[in-house]
């Protein structure tokens, strides 16, 4: 049951094709569709800094460049309980949570690894590793917070 429920199952995964006409942070868009829908889109599987902390300017604008007013495909199966989609965002074939990872503008957001097929985990999980040891985007930070600890000081 958990299998069909993971992102990773495209049998189970809804599509949402649209534009991407906003970006809130690191890890959350706004797309478009052709019905001029708007859908609230949370990235899965990662966690961006929150715009009042270190890097969290930045995460949204390597966001909003890799996105903004472009069309991408979402694919997703659950929402979040503030009724955001929950999805992975692809442009060309190229998966925008991961490229975030990639850039060191998020993390792999473990909590919910489970979430992820067994490659797509390991993949995020590579990717925040090696943007560690390059000490890339968030990583020049001595002691990055996570996003989770820095919500529940606030």
Same mark, same amino acid.
């Given at each position: 049951?958990?299998?069909?429920?993971?992102?990773?199952?495209?049998?189970?995964?809804?599509?949402?094709?649209?534009?991407?006409?906003?970006?809130?942070?690191?890890?959350?868009?706004?797309?478009?569709?052709?019905?001029?829908?708007? &859908?609230?889109?949370?990235?899965?599987?990662?966690?961006? *800094? $929150?715009?009042?902390? =270190? #890097?969290? !300017?930045?995460?949204?604008?390597?966001?909003?460049?890799?996105?903004?007013?472009?069309?991408?495909?979402?694919?997703?199966?659950?929402?979040?309980?503030?009724?955001?989609?929950?999805?992975?965002?692809?442009?060309?074939?190229?998966?925008?949570?991961?490229?975030?990872?990639?850039?060191?503008?998020?993390? &792999?957001?473990?909590?919910?690894?489970?979430?992820?097929? *067994? $490659?797509?985990?390991? =993949? #995020?999980? !590579?990717?925040?590793?090696?943007?560690?040891?390059?000490?890339?985007?968030?990583?020049?930070?001595?002691?990055?917070?996570?996003?989770?600890?820095?919500?529940?000081?606030?």
């Amino acid at each position: 049951m958990l299998a069909a429920l993971a992102l990773g199952n495209l049998a189970a995964a809804n599509v949402i094709q649209g534009r991407v006409v906003g970006v809130s942070d690191g890890d959350s868009v706004t797309v478009l569709d052709a019905k001029k829908t708007q &859908h609230k889109i949370r990235l899965a599987g990662i966690d961006a *800094p $929150e715009r009042a902390q =270190a #890097y969290g !300017q930045k995460a949204k604008e390597s966001l909003s460049d890799l996105v903004f007013g472009k069309s991408v495909e979402v694919k997703w199966s659950k929402q979040d309980r503030y009724g955001r989609i929950v999805g992975v965002v692809t442009l060309a074939g190229v998966d925008i949570n991961l490229e975030q990872v990639k850039r060191g503008m998020a993390w &792999h957001y473990k909590q919910y690894q489970n979430e992820q097929s *067994p $490659e797509d985990r390991e =993949a #995020y999980a !590579q990717s925040e590793s090696q943007a560690r040891d390059k000490r890339m985007g968030l990583w020049r930070d001595p002691a990055p917070m996570e996003p989770s600890v820095f919500r529940r000081k606030k």
